[in-house]
């Protein structure tokens, strides 16, 4: 089958690019290897910089009608340490809000098939072989294989699996890796406006409202740390190790969640992969994950990963797919734009989370902020919250 392009992954950059591509007029397929709605290891939270391109997907009303209240403080939730702040506003846009992922990334999804895009779930692209000047790219169900052909083959697929496609990360293993877990909670206690930072020996994590009365709460700790956990308590699941790690060692959490209930089962995922990758290689883009990711501490990998596809889809919607020198002139303005709208939030995260996992660093962090409680609202400053996506270049839905 042949289209003009191939998006691998159905998350948030890659929904984002099929509807954009595909509203252009482009014959566009979007692999997708889970069935929807399923949840996902993530905190929840959309910045407000990102509310432009929501609007421009085409889910505006569903996020205002579906999203849990707007996020109008940020706090530092650490041992006995409990300090709020004002959250900055982002430039003509406002609060961020929640949206848990089972609903988000299916909203998108839909939206792309309305768009005209064609869905191919549950399939996993796993090969990705040149031919002439298009692509050919395998995907695979329980039930069948296929190959589609592309001159454009974009990589959506996140970064927390292995796998052979020349876009995929190696999996590590070290004791500094971070993992990620995510659980939701009914009957909690927090202040709907606010979204505490949570610091804990070996980690960090937040909190947030999210739709339908459910706290989302996710975290990432040290693969070292972890293990401790799991040897101390000898035995029980991992996450029951986590979540009275949590409980027994901040006092923020104890009082929101102590008494709450948990919806589902806890989820697990990684090690993550914080850091600034190739956007463009081989003839393959890269958007959302794949070309970098911010430590979730600063919660911005799904604004990320959005505006990263729109970023994306300005820069093809310009040229004609089937020539190479376009393709990577593309690449490269791609691969720019990205830097400039990204690259500064990702360093600001990586110092916030340096200090974050360290136990001294987490000491001079909570003190400073217990002294200088603006200093929540500068971080949330510098990790991008204020800085929106300019998308008046290109066409609203
Ligand atoms: C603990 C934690 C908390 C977080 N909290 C937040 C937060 O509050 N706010 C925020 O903005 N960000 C947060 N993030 C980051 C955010 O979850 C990610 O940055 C975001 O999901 C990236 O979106 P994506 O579309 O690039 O990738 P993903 O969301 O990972 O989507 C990739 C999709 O591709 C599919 N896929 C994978 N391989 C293949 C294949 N071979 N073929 C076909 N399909 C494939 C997957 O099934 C998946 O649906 C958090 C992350 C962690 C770990």
New binding site residues.
């Given amino acids: 089958m042949s289209f003009d392009a191939l998006i ?7 929904s984002t690019a099929a509807i954009a591509l595909s509203r252009r007029g482009w014959k566009v397929a979007l ?4 069935e929807f709605p399923r949840r ?8 407000a910089t990102s509310l432009a391109v929501i609007e421009a997907v085409g889910l505006g009303e569903e996020w205002k009608a579906r999203a849990g209240p707007e996020v109008r403080r940020v706090a530092l939730f650490s041992g006995e340490r409990v300090v709020t702040a004002r959250m900055p506003a982002a430039h003509g846009a406002g609060f961020g809000r ?1 949206l848990g992922r089972d609903v988000l ?1 299916d909203l998108l999804v839909q939206e792309a098939v309305r768009a005209g895009a064609t869905l191919f779930q549950p ?4 090969e990705v072989t040149p031919n002439g000047d298009r692509q050919a790219v395998t995907i695979a169900s329980r039930k069948e294989d296929m190959t589609l052909s592309a001159p454009i083959v974009i990589a ?3 970064s ?2 292995p ?1 052979r ?1 020349p876009s995929q990360l190696e999996k590590t293993n070290r004791p500094s890796d971070l993992l ?3 659980a939701h909670f009914s009957a909690a206690r927090l202040d709907a406006d606010l979204m505490p930072l949570l610091v804990f020996p070996g980690g960090y ?2 909190m ?1 409202w999210a739709d339908r009365g459910r706290l989302s709460l ?3 700790i040290r693969r070292d740390a972890f293990a401790e956990l799991r040897q101390e308590a000898g035995g029980g699941s991992a996450s029951e190790a986590v979540h009275r790690h949590l409980l027994a060692s901040c006092r923020g959490v104890r009082e929101a969640i102590g008494e709450a209930q948990l919806q589902g089962r806890w989820l697990a ?2 090690p ?1 992969r914080p850091g600034m990758r190739v956007r463009y290689r081989d003839d393959i883009f890269r ?4 070309a970098g ?1 911010s430590h ?1 501490v600063i ?7 959005m505006q990263s596809a729109w970023l994306l889809a300005e820069e093809l919607e310009a040229i004609d797919p089937a020539k190479r020198d376009e393709r990577d002139a593309a690449g490269r303005r791609y691969s720019r734009r990205w830097r400039e709208q990204f690259g500064a939030r990702i360093l600001a995260a990586s110092a916030i989370a340096g200090f974050a996992v360290r136990p001294v660093g987490a000491r001079l962090m909570g003190g400073a902020i217990e002294a200088l409680p603006a200093l929540l609202t500068l971080g949330a400053r510098l990790s991008g919250k204020t800085k929106p996506l300019g998308i008046s270049a290109f066409e609203t839905a």
Avoid at 8 to 14: D, E, K, T, W
Avoid at 31 to 34: G, L, Q, R, T
Avoid at 287 to 290: C, D, L, M, P, Q
């Fill in positions: 691998l992954g159905g998350g948030p950059a890659g692999i997708e290897k889970a996902k290891v993530c905190g929840e939270f959309v910045s929640a990334d399939f996993c692209a796993t959506a697929h996140g927390w699996e796998g496609l990620g877990f995510k994590g937040g947030v996710s975290l990432c995922a990684g993550i958007i959302g994950n794949v990711e979730p919660a911005e990998g799904i604004s990320m990963a």
